[in-house]
């Protein structure tokens, strides 16, 4: 069976510093996968999505940005934080757009 | 605009109530999904809807997409505590491929 895992679950990073969230998938190939962004009081918002490795397509300008150094690895990462980047984060993986998507546990990240 | 709306934006209702949420677009929905989040954790896939008039049953949850593919609702029959969290709607986007985007969810609290 497939899972997936995020880590951390929880992050608290002051402004300006680097951000590292990890995401992994098991039990399929080739997936599709997602990185999406929950802020407090609003829906869900898909900040990057990926069909392959070195694949990475951006659907919201900001300062952060996404690899996918192995097939079922995505990595979101930032250089420097801003506060309005607090908020909770999923990553989801999906065997293609028409298919249903698998989501992760999520990570909680505060920049104070 | 949000493509997805979803009302009511929150709910409170007694333990063992009837209660429907409800998710309309702006354009013809190809696929349909509900998902159902508990409070800072993830996605929890619920159902997903393709043809005009399906509905579909989990346990005491029932959703239904309408005939012209414009609007969802999800009932849910005899609510109970574990019912409590945030209740999401989400479509493919066609027109864009890979995307998906969410509605703008509904929170449900139930009193026990």
């Known amino acids: 069976s497939q899972t997936i895992h995020q880590w951390p679950a929880t992050l608290v990073q002051p402004v300006g510093s680097p951000l590292s969230l990890e995401c992994t998938v098991e039990?399929?190939?080739?997936?599709?996968l997602y990185w999406y962004r929950q802020a407090a009081g609003r829906g869900l918002q898909l900040l990057f999505y990926s069909v392959g490795i070195g694949q990475i397509s951006s659907e919201v300008p900001q300062n952060l940005s996404a690899s996918r150094p192995q097939d079922r690895q995505f990595i979101l990462s930032s250089k420097k934080l801003l506060l309005s980047d607090s908020g909770f984060y999923l990553c989801?993986?999906?065997?293609?757009?028409?298919?249903?998507?698998?989501f992760g546990p999520g990570t909680r990240l505060t920049v104070l | 605009s949000q493509e997805l709306e979803q009302s009511p934006q929150s709910l409170i209702v007694q333990e063992g109530k009837n209660l429907t949420i409800n998710c309309t677009s702006s354009k013809t929905l190809y696929g349909l999904y509900w998902y159902k989040q508990k409070y800072g954790e993830g996605l929890i896939f619920l159902m997903m809807?393709?043809?005009?008039?399906e509905e579909k049953s989990h346990e005491k949850i029932t959703a239904k997409l309408d005939e012209k593919k414009q609007q969802s609702s999800l009932h849910i029959t005899a609510s109970q505590p574990s019912h409590a969290g945030i209740y999401l709607c989400g479509a493919d986007r066609l027109d864009t491929g890979n995307q998906f985007y969410f509605g703008t969810g509904t929170s449900l609290t139930v009193i026990p």
């Open positions: 039990g399929t190939s080739n997936p599709n």
């Open positions: 989801a993986w999906g065997l293609g757009p028409k298919y249903t998507q698998y």
């Open positions: 809807l393709q043809k005009g008039g």
